[in-house]
């Protein structure tokens, strides 16, 4: 019925989902200690930051900073969130060379989170689009509570249908499906994934930013496998939320996620064992357990067995 087939390609959000809304301020030190250890563990997308004002997401003021510290790994893209033509300035200053720029979906989220309304954000975003891909800097568009708002409840697929279009036409690479509040299901995600596919270029490709707020972010996942989706945003530990939406905490975990497509033979690349150890660093820096599965559990069976003949 379905192709469950091809690589998959997992985006590790902790760094600036995971760490947004944290209060404990990460310094550049840790969040390199952090870097490091999921380019060891095989991931080959890592966002690093966000193009913010540090008066809003305190935790993302050290951005340019950390950017002018990254010796690169061949082989790993490092990516970044802008939000206007200001964040997209401070990223070309400092080098990037792939960078997330979305709007929302939603009238109620995207005035608390720009302070615009949905038409006003996306009027904004066309020339910084633009411009950005002028520089020669790989887009990904995203639209933010494209699956559910948590203010507003369920969002028109005709909207998220449209703005899609929009970035189509642009000519960006890829395209960005946001639950930013969790409020999604398999059904929903499959039907959007699927209709999107019909809709934009055949050569810009789907991802999907999901939130596990209900329980829901692996059974969502795998609906977007399902409908032809291979890339993915995650976070070590499933650390993460938007700082504009009460309690969408959670993003899907990166181990998880690997873990998950390993066991139906989808190659990532990543090795969840490796993140075992970051996930308990985070939890002991934070002081607290992150929501995150196989971290917390022993390996399956096989998986022991396999190690014991090695």
Same mark, same amino acid.
């Given at each position: ?212 707020? !209900? ?57 969840? !064992? ?13 002081? !607290? ?22």
């Amino acid at each position: 019925m379905y192709d469950m087939t091809g690589d998959v390609l997992i985006e590790d959000e902790f760094l600036r989902d995971g760490l947004q809304n944290e209060k404990r301020l990460f310094s550049i030190e840790e969040k390199l200690g952090f870097l490091a250890t999921l380019e060891a563990a095989g991931v080959r997308r890592i966002q690093v930051g966000s193009f913010v004002h540090p008066k809003w997401v305190p935790q993302m003021a050290d951005t340019d900073a950390l950017f002018e510290r990254i010796a690169p790994k061949p082989g790993v893209t490092y990516t970044a969130l802008v939000l206007n033509k200001a964040g997209l300035e401070r990223a070309l200053a400092v080098g990037v060379k792939h960078l997330s720029i979305s709007v929302s979906a939603s009238e109620t989220h995207s005035k608390k989170n720009t302070n615009r309304s949905v038409d006003e954000a996306r009027a904004a975003i066309v020339p910084t689009i633009e411009k950005a891909l002028g520089e020669g800097v790989a887009v990904r568009a995203g639209i933010q509570s494209a699956l559910g708002c948590g203010f507003e409840g369920r969002i028109d697929p005709d909207r998220v249908v449209e703005i899609a279009r929009e970035f189509s036409a642009l000519g960006v690479g890829e395209i960005n499906i946001a639950d930013t509040a969790g409020l999604s299901n398999p059904r929903d995600v499959y039907a959007l994934c699927t209709r999107l596919r019909d809709e934009i270029a055949p050569d810009v490709r789907l991802s999907l930013h999901l939130h596990d707020t !209900r329980g829901l972010g692996l059974a969502n996942m795998v609906a977007g496998l399902q409908a032809g989706v291979r890339i993915f945003d995650a976070a070590l530990g499933g650390l993460g939320g938007c700082p504009f939406v009460p309690k969408a905490t959670g993003n899907i975990a990166t181990e998880d996620a690997a873990f998950a497509c390993e066991q139906m033979g989808l190659n990532t690349g990543v090795d969840w !064992r490796a993140l075992t150890a970051p996930v308990a660093t985070a939890e002991a820096l934070l002081e !607290r357990q992150l929501p995150a599965r196989v971290s917390h559990v022993p390996a399956p069976p096989w998986d022991q067995q396999k190690e014991t003949a090695e």
